[in-house]
């Protein structure tokens, strides 16, 4: 007998059949304006409304169907804290993906951790499931970061194309094709054994060309051929001068990983500047660019650097937290959304380092 889809468990959640007595619940949730702002349902939420949703989907049961649209209980400790959708288009090939959470469960990787799943159940037990796409209005970072942390690939934005409460609003949307799926549970994840820097040759210029971060980082670094191009003709800079370029390729384990760029010091430009550092989105998160920041760090000391000088991207995704943890103090100077920052070095006769 075949396994049922539903109810499945992930560490901490429960993915299962709505019940009737839910629909308080989901009528609470779908009335907070935080919650509903992204979503499409009206506004202020029926409580009939829930009970009739609720109930047809009890009913109906958790069996995705071709054509049909199912509605998932996400559940922890016992407790309904939001639903995630499944529809499968016509063919039963294609699948797309809506999710919603309770406000206090934001924050907490829930929603990840059940969409995640439910990308996983729908592959590992659907083998004619080609594509499974996702949507997300640009603005909610939130949703798009948890959409590309599970190797979803933005393509592009739907300008004006949904009808949300009588305003007409852009779509994001996003696609994971079964090859990519396979890919990314594939990936490393774990903290690499070694971190280097080495010299780019021609041969990898390409495959430096290729590496790239996840679309909503994309405002916050350069892409690295752009970085190349400003290395091979670097600017004047009104107060320091023209900047000397210093520029790797970032390996871990003997894979390239990532690019860093770093401008000298020189007679007018005492400090070195962290002109750009980027991990490809691959291999994010196993602490690549913490121990490649360290390695910009012995470099500029061994240049006699008194400090290291970098500028970060303000707003939604900033890098500020991670560049403050390792001791980098805003110098005052902040231009446009641009903020910088100076960590002093110490030198390397310094016993203590």
Do not use: K
């Amino acid at each position: 007998m075949t396994e049922p889809f539903a109810p499945f468990t992930t560490e901490r959640l429960t993915i299962r059949a709505f019940r009737p007595d839910d629909a308080d619940v989901v009528a609470a949730y779908r009335n907070d304006p935080d919650v509903a702002r992204y979503q499409d349902w009206p506004m202020p939420y029926p409580p009939e409304r829930a009970v009739r949703v609720v109930g047809e989907y009890a009913r109906v049961g958790t069996e995705p169907a071709v054509g049909q649209h199912r509605q998932l209980a996400i559940e922890l400790d016992g407790t309904l804290i939001g639903d995630i959708a499944l529809d499968l288009d016509e063919t039963g090939t294609v699948g797309h993906i809506g999710y919603s959470l309770a406000r206090r469960y934001h924050g907490h990787g829930y929603a990840i951790e059940a969409v995640g799943a439910l990308v996983d159940r729908v592959f590992g037990t659907r083998p004619e499931v080609h594509r499974i796409r996702s949507a997300a209005d640009p603005l909610n970072l939130p949703s798009i970061r948890l959409l590309e942390g599970l190797g979803f690939v933005d393509e592009g934005v739907a300008r004006q194309s949904e009808l949300i409460r009588g305003e007409w609003l852009d779509d994001a949307r996003f696609g994971l094709l079964r090859r990519e799926w396979e890919a990314w549970r594939a990936r490393p994840t774990a903290p690499p054994d070694d971190v280097r820097f080495v010299e780019i040759t021609p041969e990898m210029v390409r495959p430096v060309g290729r590496l790239t971060t996840f679309g909503w980082q994309q405002h916050l670094v350069a892409p690295n051929l752009v970085s190349l191009a400003e290395a091979l003709v670097p600017e004047d800079d009104e107060a320091c001068g023209r900047l000397v370029p210093w520029y790797r390729a970032i390996e871990a384990d003997g894979e390239l990983v990532g690019f860093v760029m770093v401008a000298e010091p020189t007679a007018t430009l005492t400090d070195a500047f962290l002109w750009r550092l980027m991990i490809d989105r691959r291999h994010q998160r196993r602490g690549i660019g913490q121990r490649a920041l360290d390695l910009v760090i012995e470099q500029a000391r061994t240049w006699a650097a008194p400090g290291l000088l970098l500028g970060w991207e303000s707003g939604l995704g900033s890098p500020a937290r991670f560049y403050e943890r390792n001791g980098f103090v805003p110098t005052g100077e902040v231009v446009g959304d641009e903020t910088f920052a100076r960590l002093t070095l110490a030198p390397l006769s310094d016993p203590s380092q």
